[in-house]
């Protein structure tokens, strides 16, 4: 493909346009972002663009110019979004964008309004909750608790993205809210798990799981920078949620041992799997506007995968079955996401990592602390530990085995 050489003025401001959008949205990692920013300043006719990227920052230079772009705390995009940008990264390296017009649909872009209603986010955070009661308290009482907390929790969720500097909060609100209502059905006798337990799917949009298994992505990818911010980022969340938890402890005064997350055995069979995350799969298409064609296939990756963990853990363990399950549904996100157009990997990829779900074994390690539970608590970090090693690890695999089919591939030649 014949590049058209614009000034190089124009082309770094538009890089630098493209590199602040890109990093706005950068909550799931910024590996590989380097080499399309490149590719673009290439495909505008300057072969010698280089890009370094961090987790809030970047470097440009194209020919004898260069820039400094630096944003706030990535956000998490619209999912429905991550497609309009995938197709005018495909329009640009196929030269069937010139530089006025990329602008154009860039700015365009960056002002689109999300397709759901805040009542459709809503109901989504508490279908999530419902799915993640279902599946990591695994009774008929975690998920009714799991709905009747992620009503409160969902106006928090609501509130973070309307309210300026209410985000930097709103994950101490969310389980001090959730811990409240679930404290005072423990004192009434309305429950029968602790509610250190019960206080943990209401709260699942805000656990910085996937946050976790990114900075285990970076980390291995070579981006040392971005790991790093993006670990103690998820730390001092997870330092909130644990706080938030206390507070209603103490506004409630139910003893701190109370939090220590224990519960009943499982009600469901293993097959409840299945319809479990398909609910978790739709309240993740709700509360994070994912485009309702992209809903199928990332069904299909969260329930192959699934299959793999169980058998996996059978055999093996359940590290073994997380390591196995993330190689699986990473490949197949890849491979899915080949073609130029088509769903972005990073919209399947994100339900199943949150359905592996790092961030709850984080959440429920700091509670096993503040309840004095330490040897317990020290086993729970040990578990989230080899989680997020599974989780990262599968994730460079499954990248290294679908590199062949990765949609950039196609325009290398061009």
């Given at each position: ?14 890089l ?18 380097d ?10 006719g ?19 110019l ?47 309004e ?5 009542l ?34 969902g ?6 993205d ?9 994950q101490l609100?969310a389980?001090?809210a959730?811990?409240?209502?679930v ?5 009434f ?7 250190g337990l ?17 900075q ?26 644990a706080?938030g ?5 103490v506004?409630?005064?139910?003893p ?34 994912m ?8 069904l299909?990756?969260i ?24 190689i ?51 086993e ?10 599974a989780i990262?690890i ?7 085995i ?12 061009a």
């Open positions: 493909m014949k590049s058209t050489a614009y000034d190089e003025k124009e082309v770094i401001d538009f630098s346009d493209l590199s602040k959008q890109l990093l706005k949205w950068s909550w799931e990692g910024v590996a590989g972002y080499e399309i920013l490149e590719k673009v300043g290439s495909a505008y300057h072969e010698d663009t280089m890009v370094n990227m961090e987790a809030q920052m970047a470097n440009i230079r194209v020919g004898g260069s820039t400094f772009v630096r944003v706030g705390i990535p956000g998490f995009p619209a999912l429905a979004f991550t497609r309009d940008v995938k197709n005018m990264l495909a329009d640009i390296l196929e030269g069937k964008l010139s530089l006025p017009e990329a602008k154009k649909t860039l700015a365009e872009l960056s002002k689109k999300p397709p759901y209603s805040p459709m986010v809503w109901l989504g955070v508490i279908l999530i909750s419902v799915g993640f009661g279902g599946d990591i308290i695994g009774t008929w009482e975690g998920m009714l608790w799991a709905g009747i907390t992620a009503m409160a929790t106006l928090v969720f609501l509130a973070a309307r309210i300026a500097g209410f985000g930097k909060i709103a609100v389980t001090m959730s811990g409240i209502i404290m005072i059905a423990w004192k006798g309305l429950t029968v798990a602790a509610p019960l206080l943990v799917a209401s709260t699942f949009v805000f656990l910085p799981g996937d946050s976790i298994s990114t285990a992505y970076e980390l291995a990818y070579g981006k040392w920078s971005a790991g790093v911010d993006r670990l103690f980022y998820s730390i001092m969340t997870l330092v909130l949620m706080t938890a206390f507070i209603a402890v506004l409630t005064n139910t701190t041992d109370e939090l220590f997350p224990t519960g009943p055995a499982s009600d469901f069979p293993w097959w409840a799997t299945y319809p479990i995350r398909l609910l978790l799969v739709i309240g993740i298409g709700l509360a994070f506007q485009d309702k064609k992209d809903f199928i296939p990332s299909l990756v329930w192959v995968a699934s299959a793999v963990a169980q058998l996996s853990t059978i055999a093996f363990n359940e590290y073994i079955g997380t390591f196995f399950a993330t699986v549904g990473t490949v197949m996100a890849l491979i899915i996401a080949r073609k130029p157009r088509s769903i972005s990997s990073f919209v399947m990829i994100i339900p199943l990592v949150f359905a592996l779900s790092p961030g709850s074994h984080g959440l429920k390690s700091f509670e096993s602390w503040i309840s004095g539970k330490l040897i317990t608590g020290i729970d970090v040990n578990t989230l530990i080899a989680t997020i090693l990262g599968g994730m460079i695999i499954g990248q290294v679908a590199y062949p089919w990765r949609w950039l591939k196609s325009f290398e030649k």
